[in-house]
């Protein structure tokens, strides 16, 4: 039997085909045998699409919009982009590691479609703070932070997801699998050239999205016994705001 390669081309479609909602050329087949293989681009895809929603929120700045509105449009094209696939996870998390008695109530919760209100006390907390961090940036920052947080943010993802088992048999993240640990290395040195990219603040915008993003992991870890769909957003969207703060900070 073949062994399957560490890197595919095609993986970066099948990628972009999970953590967004941009129509690709997508042989579903093929990324379904490929998997969580294909997680080492989850950090390029973020970058992609954090450059371009950072773009949307640049050209509003350099047509006269205010700061705020600019931050406020790079959120609707991100939205609009994923289909606020970790807005989602992150709600449904809060609920469920907020409200659940224990493992089994938590996951019960977190099943549930309707939000609670600790998804929605998360949910204004993560959109306020990564607004006010956009709202500080100039044009070309704009796009290099998004780009950078979209990289780190979803390299943290991968971190989480390979380093923590599924809490249940179902759901998306059981569905993908368990990246390995030769896939997830890849992904953090493609992040890691990718933050490098904005200069040395990027690497610090990395390593914050990790150090914020880390309690929520181990939580999940010591509530549920590992991670599922729903922790990994909410993983994604603390270590986005991480980036974001510390880029907002430093620049």
């Known amino acids: 039997m073949r062994k399957s390669p560490l890197i595919e081309a095609h993986d970066v479609l099948a ?24 997680a080492w681009a989850w950090p390029l895809v973020g970058a992609v699409v954090g450059g371009l929603a950072g773009a949307v929120g640049a050209l509003a700045l350099l047509f006269g919009a205010p700061a705020g509105v ?19 996870g992150l709600a449904d998390c809060a609920d469920g590691l907020g409200g659940g008695r224990n493992r089994d109530h938590a996951l019960e919760i977190m099943k549930d479609s309707r939000v609670g209100a600790y998804g929605v006390v998360a949910l204004v907390l993560a959109l306020g703070l990564r607004w006010q961090s956009l709202a500080v940036f100039e044009p070309m920052q704009l796009v290099l932070a998004a780009a950078v947080a979209g990289a780190a943010s979803r390299a943290v993802m991968l971190a989480a997801m390979t380093a923590l088992p599924a809490a249940r048999s179902g759901g998306l993240s059981a569905g993908v699998g368990r990246p390995a640990a030769a896939t997830a290395f890849v ?13 040395f603040v990027g690497l610090i915008g990395l390593a914050t999205a990790a150090l914020l993003a880390l309690p929520l992991a181990l939580f999940a870890k010591r509530k549920l016994g590992g991670q599922t769909g729903d922790v990994l957003g909410g993983v994604q969207q603390c270590a986005e705001i991480g980036a974001l703060v510390a880029l907002a900070i430093l620049i």
């Open 15 to 38: 990628a972009a085909s999970l953590l967004s909602r941009i129509p690709l050329p997508v042989d579903h087949a093929r990324a379904g045998e490929r998997g969580a293989a294909a």
């Open 70 to 88: 600019a931050a406020g449009l790079v959120l609707v094209a991100l939205a609009v982009a994923t289909g606020a696939l970790h807005e989602d």
């Open 187 to 199: 992904g953090t040195a493609l992040a890691l050239v990718l933050c490098f990219l904005a200069g």
